[in-house]
């Protein structure tokens, strides 16, 4: 029998909901492949924790989260704590800290959810989105001074490495490599940003020689933009810099229905920490504890977590069963449906179980 360790964060909002569904999904499949245990350990780090603690979690955090295999994270944000709290009080540090440099973003449309785009056919948008996850805009640097006089400044600065943007670009490269199509896009502003940019521009080329195999394009990110909407089909895997591709990613959520589907994987590609996967959406405060929270995206980034833990037939027989339920209509009332999470969450149980569902058929989780 082989065990993970996986430590959930639910944190805050509905949070605990999806992980709770992940949770038991996670149980269901355990049960269906009969050798493996998926072994959760809760934490109450978040919010909550910060309003009784005045910290996101524990000083020795990082270190409780070590041994474990992955990381399974709800979302953090509370209307009443600055978001630049509880970010750079728990997300960001695990990032940084274990050094998941390399963000994964796959969007498709799924069977069932219905793409703002006339005219796109589910096939015609099937992307991942790989963000650099480690510096760049969200490196913390620059400073505030004369703070409250009118001769204010603030400083928010950009930091790109050779290093950093050397060793993304080929994870985007092996990764482009890995798809049917072996296609890259290479996304910067080197027009307007001369010094970080360009750099990102030579590094791509430079890297692009180790992989004569992939096909590989570059695009500035406001153009890019126009490209998602107009052209989807054009494009496969995509490469930015961490806040273009938030941004990015974000549109490309939109784009195949709706950002509840959305799923992320925080990766240490060389694997000396545990990664992280969550959904993207949040902790949205609107409809927690309504009970009408998409799990989707914590299924997917179950598939995700589940593909980099070797588990692969596993991560191909849950997208497998969350297409299905999903194409049967059984969805979330963000992507036009009545069901509840746990109605969603009992299908996608049922549907693992069922005997004709028989991995690896399917995607997998990239
Ligand atoms: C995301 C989110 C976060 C980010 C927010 C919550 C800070 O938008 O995961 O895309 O910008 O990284
Ligand atoms: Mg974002």
Redesign the pocket.
């Known amino acids: 029998m082989k065990t993970y360790r996986i430590a959930a964060i639910p944190a805050d909002g509905i949070g605990p909901e999806v992980i709770g569904a992940g949770t038991a999904v996670l149980e269901a499949l355990a049960a269906r492949q009969g050798d493996v245990r998926y072994e959760v350990t809760t934490f109450d780090w978040g919010s909550d924790y910060y309003k009784r603690h005045g910290v996101m979690m524990p000083e020795d955090g990082l270190e409780t989260l070590r041994p474990f295999d992955a990381i399974y994270f709800g979302?953090?944000?509370a209307p009443d704590v600055p978001?630049h709290v509880?970010?750079w009080g728990l997300?960001?540090p695990i990032c940084q800290g274990f050094d998941q440099y390399a963000?994964v973003?796959p969007t498709r449309i799924i069977p069932g959810v219905t793409s703002p785009l006339r005219d796109v056919g589910t096939g015609d948008l099937d992307w991942v989105i790989v963000?650099e996850?480690s510096e760049g805009e969200?490196s913390g640097s620059g400073g505030r001074a004369h703070r409250g006089l009118p001769e204010e400044v603030g400083t928010e600065v950009a930091i790109f490495t050779r290093v950093g943007v050397a060793r993304i670009m080929r994870y985007a490269f092996r990764l482009a490599r890995s798809r049917p199509r072996k296609l890259l896009t290479v996304v910067t502003k080197s027009n307007a940003q001369r010094h970080g940019m360009v750099m990102w521009d030579e590094i791509a080329a430079e890297v692009s020689r180790e992989f004569p195999d992939v096909t590989w394009d570059k695009m500035l990110v406001d153009a890019m933009t126009v490209r998602m909407v107009k052209d989807p089909a054009s494009l496969d895997t995509i490469v930015a810099t961490?806040?273009h591709?938030?941004i990015l990613?974000?549109l490309a959520g939109a784009l195949a229905g709706s950002l509840g589907v959305a799923p992320?994987a925080n990766i240490d590609p060389e694997r000396r920490f545990p990664s992280m996967f969550?959904p993207?959406h949040?902790s949205a405060f609107d409809i927690t504890g309504k009970g009408i929270a998409n799990p989707v995206a914590t299924f997917w980034t179950a598939a995700q977590m589940l593909d980099h833990l070797g588990e692969n037939a596993a991560g191909a027989l849950l997208m497998s069963a969350v297409e299905r339920v999903c194409a049967e209509g059984i969805v979330t009332p963000d992507v036009g449906g009545t069901a509840t999470t746990a109605e969603v969450t009992h299908a996608v149980i049922e549907a693992i179980g069922g005997a004709n569902l028989l991995a690896p058929a399917g995607h997998s989780a990239a």
């Open positions: 979302a953090v944000g978001d509880t970010l997300r960001l963000n973003r963000r996850n969200y961490n806040l591709a938030d990613s974000d992320t969550e993207i949040g």
